[in-house]
């Protein structure tokens, strides 16, 4: 999102048959729907193919479009949706066990749970894999409401407005998730 653009000129543009007006849409919402794909879907999606299914939905769609809200947060809701629903989908197994662990990540988690130095690069990509495995245990909302707290920071206030939640309820599945993810992390470390 280089520049603003005119949102409503290229849809103008677009259903006339303007495939430049296309493009700058697909220009103006990549960073958005990218930033989605790369927060909510697990690292073994491919984050082209997911990327590429929103837009197509997004542009088999656009007639939906009333532009009572800017086109972003439309995507974003759909983008949301579309990641939700693969995980959905997907069979996911409902415990990471030691033996599911590549020898870099065993020696990640050990490393961040002993307390050592701070970790290089390579250390840190093994990191996320981990927490990408631990995360996919977890119902799809379970793990995007971990993601919109932890990793987006949003308030609570946000969460409820876009989920319909009331606070202590948000609040409660926080909780519960949390505790599940720590009683996951002591298995791991008792099964070593």
Request: proline content about 4%.
């Amino acid at each position: 999102m280089d520049s603003p653009i005119d949102v409503a000129d290229c849809l103008q543009r677009w259903k006339q048959g303007d495939e430049s007006a296309a493009e700058e849409l697909i220009r103006h919402l990549h960073p958005v729907i990218s930033r989605i794909v790369r927060t909510h879907l697990p690292r073994r999606d491919h984050e082209d193919d997911v990327i590429q299914e929103i837009l197509m939905k997004t542009f088999s769609r656009l007639h939906q479009y009333k532009g009572d809200a800017p086109m972003s947060h439309w995507v974003s809701r759909l983008a949301l949706t579309t990641c939700l629903d693969r995980l959905r989908a997907q069979k996911i197994r409902p415990e990471v066990r030691w033996t599911d662990l590549t020898p870099e990540e065993s020696t990640e988690f050990d490393a961040a749970w002993l307390g050592s130095t701070t970790p290089d690069a390579t250390e840190a990509i093994h990191a996320r894999d981990l927490v990408d495995k631990l995360l996919s245990t977890l119902s799809p909302s379970d793990r995007s409401l971990i993601l919109l707290v932890d990793l987006e920071g949003r308030s609570l206030e946000e969460i409820s407005q876009s989920t319909g939640w009331g606070i202590s309820k948000i609040k409660m599945r926080l909780f519960r998730v949390r505790a599940q993810l720590r009683k996951m992390i002591q298995n791991l470390e008792q099964r070593k």
